[in-house]
């Protein structure tokens, strides 16, 4: 009597597990693709060694985590935050804050964390908290405890402006390369995959949806 209960379920979850790895392949071969973290200029939000869910082709808007080919280095991929679209005018605060077109971003501070960089072997100490682009994202950020977000004031051009979660990362941004064309970004990161092994009790997961 057991027997005839546990084949079907068998069976069943045999089935399940068909359709999910089916589903899986072509939301992969079409939709989603697994890409790796390669620094820390996006920490908090992704750090060093993790790995990460894109979008393929999804529209950029405002807050969304692009990755797009480099403006100057065909064939190298840039990760950062979308934070100015054609006709955005950009700077630094007095404060130190993201101003938007003559308006100061929002942000909150939360703490501070002794936070080691894989990538130039330091570790620095870091200011965190969060900053709200109006409606479109909310999201966590970093700022060397002795140092400042600097930029100077830019207007957007034809293309999309990407800004770095920690936002005194040298070099990986369009603070130093320029807006990115559009066209030429490969979509939207949208979950975490898989956690880096140390997350400096960031509470970084496996699966977490990213803003």
């Known amino acids: 009597m057991l027997r005839s209960y546990i084949l079907p379920f068998l069976k069943f979850l045999l ?3 068909g359709f999910l790895l089916v589903v899986g392949g072509v939301l992969h071969y079409f939709f989603v693709e697994r890409i790796q973290i390669t620094h820390s200029a996006m920490a908090p939000t992704l750090l060093y060694g993790e790995q ?3 979008w393929k082709g999804a529209r950029l808007e405002w807050g969304d985590i692009a990755v797009c080919e480099h403006p ?6 840039v990760v950062g935050r979308v934070v100015g679209t054609p006709g955005t005018e950009l700077e630094a605060g007095s404060g130190g804050q993201i101003v938007v077109d003559g308006q100061r971003i929002d942000r909150d501070w939360k703490g501070e964390v002794e936070f080691y960089d894989p990538v130039e072997d330091r570790s620095e100490r870091m200011r965190y908290g969060t900053q709200k682009f109006g409606d479109y994202a909310e999201y966590e950020f970093f700022v060397k405890k002795k140092g400042r977000f600097t930029m100077r004031p830019t207007k957007v051009h034809d293309g999309l402006f990407l800004l770095s979660d920690n936002m005194t990362a040298v070099g990986h941004d369009s603070r130093y390369f320029g807006e990115v064309d559009p066209a030429k970004c490969r979509g939207q990161i949208f979950m975490r995959w898989k956690p880096a092994e ?3 009790g960031l509470g970084h997961g496996y699966l977490d949806w990213l803003l």
């Open 15 to 17: 089935w399940v597990a």
């Open 52 to 54: 990460a869910l894109l």
């Open 72 to 77: 100057s280095q065909p064939g190298v991929w």
């Open 198 to 200: 140390e997350d400096f």
